[in-house]
């Protein structure tokens, strides 16, 4: 672990209207780390992601990112920064081809603060990742399975060169083949040197994937630890995680 | 009619095609990637002209032509990327509504400022260098300039087409169109592309209205006749499709030039001029389009534009207080004829006010608790108004059956365009009804045999003892007070319950059993009924009505007047109706630039009170919503 962490985050809050939704959480990921945020339907998980992307209007706290502060950036500036992004309900452009689909996302390589040059993405090299997509590069959006749209979704993030990955519930929804090749390309990534952050409700998949939890409800944190001291703490699994 | 004649008749309709193109175009462009309608479209086509026929003739020649009219188009592209930076940019999160206001406030600058540029003649270009000539096609000649025009629609369809398809931008603006908001997410910069779409969409509009330099005089009044018309383009075509924009233009231009191919047709009993019916023809393409499919010819079912405003508080009877001060202020009204002792002209501002306030409320009654924001609330107005005068004119029935009648009428017209326009929400709807109204002042204009044309109907004066301003500002008085009551009353019976379920969730709304469509429908009625009275109350206020008092103008003004007292509140529309009507008879008839006057103060308005005044003044006194 570096000293710096790629991401912290400092007493983020977030409302929605008069409705708070985050009550000042801390948490960060290091460089290389895959980190989970663990909870409920309604904990907040999305909301963090998209709080730190600066989706929601109303928000306070500290963003730091590769050691900017990235709070009060729009949303593209973060992006350029290389924070990715990948929403749960995949946002897949539908009257866009799969390869226009993947130029939307396209920006610049880019290098770690150490000089180490970031994964830069091609068209090509995706494809190899997610072997399903190569067969189809003119396919519209609005014409793929919801596990081929994951891919994409994915893949799109992918193509602006990130150094982390926001990662909203990749395995919701998508059938249990799609689940598994979703862990195996995050794993993939990490080996890459991408760090990522992921909302998941699933300990099955984050157990394949996550180095550390974070474990929300309410908007809180309440407990946070290794994937492993999490994978033996039944008490917090029965009070924050199982429906 | 022979055939040869018919099919020279549809060559004009397609040069005329190519202009409705380019502006419609543009409008779709920029409203599928930034959601705002542009209303300004008309005027920057309007300037288009006008630009183009000042290098022509300044310049001259076929420089001063051909590439005039090159470089009207970079001067309007210019123009555009201010008008997104300067305005538009600081009100992307404002409620849609503003949006539209603020762009209205725009043609109204614009107009007024072209007035002071080129004066109020008509001004008709040189023919087109090097296009002098004609063809003979049919049996006729066909100048070759149209010719030119037929190809060069098609022509520009084809590279937008391309660089829709094919380029980087293209793809942005695709994308964009759908969801911009994640297109930020990846890390494109929204402002810029914003920017240049509408950047592009202005150089379109101003290349389409610097072609017709050549084919129709430049006038003041293209600017909304214009934006009409791209509206019933875009609607027929679908929002978002450029090539659907091209369809239903072709197929709204050969309307027109079938109507007046046909000409004067006697069927025996009745004589029709069709070439007068034009507008009516217009609006039957559009009611059977939209009958067939809701989003147009080629358009796709979009979700609705919901803003991204807040929700509203739900509105509550008025506190003690604010009774008590209704009360108070009405006594002061009841006793203004004894004022008016000393200045007669306070009854006349009076009347004003009241009929304000009628029109005001019964558009808040659609807008605020329906959520459907009409543009052609002058439609209604001058159902009831031409409704009363007609009648007396032709019927010479008295008064009172002529007040009767406005309402009745407005409402029976009501029922009509809101059948389609509760079909459609947001934008769309506002569309409609702007295109409705313009339908009804086309109608009241171009039907001069029976609503007198341009001159309107004079001589429609109350009898004795109406006929003093008192006893009529009394009458005016207590209609304008039955009829605000009785739209309180409706707000808080269970129909206004179920106006308001179906605007804040039409599927919540239908799944507890409420038949939203019929309820947005008669509360659209009842709406335009009201207003019909405040139209009525009009015609014999003055003696007379014309078109032009039953303009688009009249609708904005109506929609400045709820929005000046600010939307979530009952006593709202009243005070703004009562601000503005007092404002526009003292203050803006002092000048001959009034437009921009009007229009400056609805930049303000839109810029710094998004709450309006009885808005501004609850929050200074405690009022406020949780933070």
Redesign the interface.
């Known amino acids: 672990m570096s000293l710096k962490p790629m991401l912290a985050v400092e007493s983020l809050s977030a409302w929605y209207g008069a409705a708070r939704i985050l009550y000042d959480l801390n948490f960060h990921v290091a460089r290389g780390e895959v980190v989970a945020l663990m909870g409920r339907n309604g904990a907040g998980k999305s909301t963090t992601l998209k709080a730190i992307m600066g989706l929601i209007a109303q928000r306070q706290g500290s963003v730091h990112f590769n050691g900017e502060d990235v709070s009060r950036l729009k949303p593209f500036e973060i992006a350029r920064r290389g924070l990715g992004f990948t929403p749960e309900d995949r946002r897949i452009f539908v009257d866009l081809t799969v390869m226009e689909n993947l130029d939307i996302g396209r920006q610049p390589p880019r290098t770690f603060p150490d000089g180490a040059a970031a994964p830069s993405w091609t068209p090509e090299k995706l494809f190899t990742l997610f072997p399903n997509l190569a067969e189809m590069p003119n396919r519209l959006g609005g014409r793929m399975s919801g596990g081929e749209q994951q891919m994409l979704t994915v893949a799109r993030t992918l193509m602006g060169n990130p150094l982390l990955v926001l990662l909203d519930e990749p395995s919701e929804g998508v059938a249990p083949l799609i689940v598994e090749q979703m862990a195996n390309t995050i794993v993939e990534l990490k080996k890459e040197g991408l760090s990522i952050l992921l909302s998941e409700q699933n300990i099955h998949f984050a157990r394949l994937v996550s180095d550390r939890v974070y474990v929300l409800e309410k908007g809180q944190i309440h407990w946070h630890g290794t994937m492993a001291q999490l994978d033996t703490n039944q008490d917090v699994q029965r009070a924050y995680l199982t429906v | 009619m022979t055939l040869s004649a018919f099919l020279f008749q549809a060559l004009n309709g397609l040069a005329s095609a190519s202009g409705l193109f380019f502006i419609a175009v543009g409008l779709s462009l920029i409203f599928g990637v930034t959601r705002i309608i542009n209303i300004a479209h008309g005027s920057l086509y309007m300037l288009g002209t006008y630009i183009a026929y000042s290098f022509a003739t300044r310049i001259g020649g076929g420089l001063g032509f051909w590439g005039g009219i090159v470089a009207t188009a970079l001067i309007v592209c210019v123009l555009g990327a201010l008008i997104e930076i300067l305005l538009l940019r600081r009100i992307y999160r404002a409620p849609e509504l503003f949006q539209l206001l603020a762009t209205f406030a725009l043609v109204l600058v614009i107009n007024d400022a072209t007035l002071w540029l080129w004066g109020s003649e008509d001004l008709l270009g040189p023919r087109a260098p090097g296009l002098r000539g004609a063809v003979e096609i049919f049996g006729r000649q066909l100048p070759s300039y149209d010719l030119f025009l037929i190809v060069i629609g098609p022509a520009v369809l084809l590279v937008l087409h391309f660089a829709l398809a094919k380029t980087?931008f293209g793809?942005?603006v695709?994308?964009a169109?759908?969801?911009r908001?994640?297109?930020?997410?990846?890390?494109?910069?929204?402002a810029i592309l914003f920017t240049s779409v509408f950047a592009l969409g202005a150089a379109l509009a101003g290349l389409g209205g610097a072609l017709q330099v050549a084919r129709e005089p430049a006038t003041l009044a293209t600017d909304l006749i214009a934006i009409g018309d791209a509206f019933v383009v875009v609607v027929v075509g679908g929002m978002g499709s450029i090539t659907g924009a091209y369809l239903a233009a072709v197929i709204i231009a050969e309307v027109k030039a079938l109507c007046i191919a046909i000409g004067v047709v006697d069927f025996g009993f009745i004589t029709v001029n069709f070439s007068k019916l034009t507008l009516v023809a217009e609006f039957l393409v559009m009611a059977g389009v939209l009958i067939a499919r809701p989003y147009g010819l080629l358009g796709r079912p979009q979700g609705a534009v919901r803003s991204v405003a807040?929700?509203e508080d739900p509105i509550r009877p008025a506190a003690p207080g604010l009774k008590a001060l209704a009360v108070a202020v009405l006594a002061l009204l009841m006793g203004l004829p004894l004022l008016a002792q000393a200045s007669p002209y306070l009854l006349v501002l009076g009347i004003d006010v009241l009929i304000a306030v009628i029109f005001a409320t019964s558009l808040h009654f659609i807008m605020g608790p329906g959520g459907m924001h009409s543009f052609g609330h002058a439609a209604y107005f001058g159902l009831g108004a031409y409704g009363a005068a007609l009648m007396v004119k032709w019927l010479a029935v008295p008064m009172g059956l002529g007040l009767v009648a406005a309402p009745l009428i407005a409402l029976a017209g009501a029922l009509l365009f809101g059948w389609f326009a509760v079909r459609l929400s947001g934008v769309y709807l506002a569309m409609l009804t702007l295109a409705f109204a313009q339908i009804v002042w086309a109608a009241m204009f171009q039907w001069e045999g029976f609503t007198g044309g341009s001159n309107g109907v004079i001589g429609v004066w109350p009898p004795p003892p109406f006929n003093s301003a008192a006893v009529y500002y009394l009458l005016t008085l207590a209609i304008a007070v039955i009829a605000v009551l009785l739209l309180r009353r409706f707000l808080f019976a269970p129909f206004g319950y179920a106006m308001r379920a179906g605007r804040d969730s039409p599927l919540r709304a239908e799944a507890i059993g409420i038949d939203v469509k019929r309820v947005h429908w008669l509360a659209f009625a009842i709406a335009g009924g009201i207003c019909g009275i405040a139209g009525g109350l009009f015609a014999f206020a003055k003696g007379s009505i014309s078109p032009e008092t039953i303009h688009v103008g009249r609708s904005i003004d109506g929609l400045v007047m709820v929005l000046l007292g600010g939307i979530q509140t009952l006593t709202g529309p009243i005070v703004g109706a009562s601000v503005f009507a007092t404002l526009q008879d003292t203050v803006m008839r002092q000048t001959e630039y009034w437009r921009a006057l009007l229009g400056l103060i609805i930049l303000l308005l839109v810029l710094a009170f998004p709450q309006g005044i009885v808005g501004a003044v609850a929050q200074i006194f405690g009022r406020r919503?949780?933070?």
């Open positions: 980087r793809r942005l695709r994308a169109t759908q969801d908001e994640m297109v930020g997410a990846l890390g494109v910069n929204q807040e929700a919503r949780s933070p």
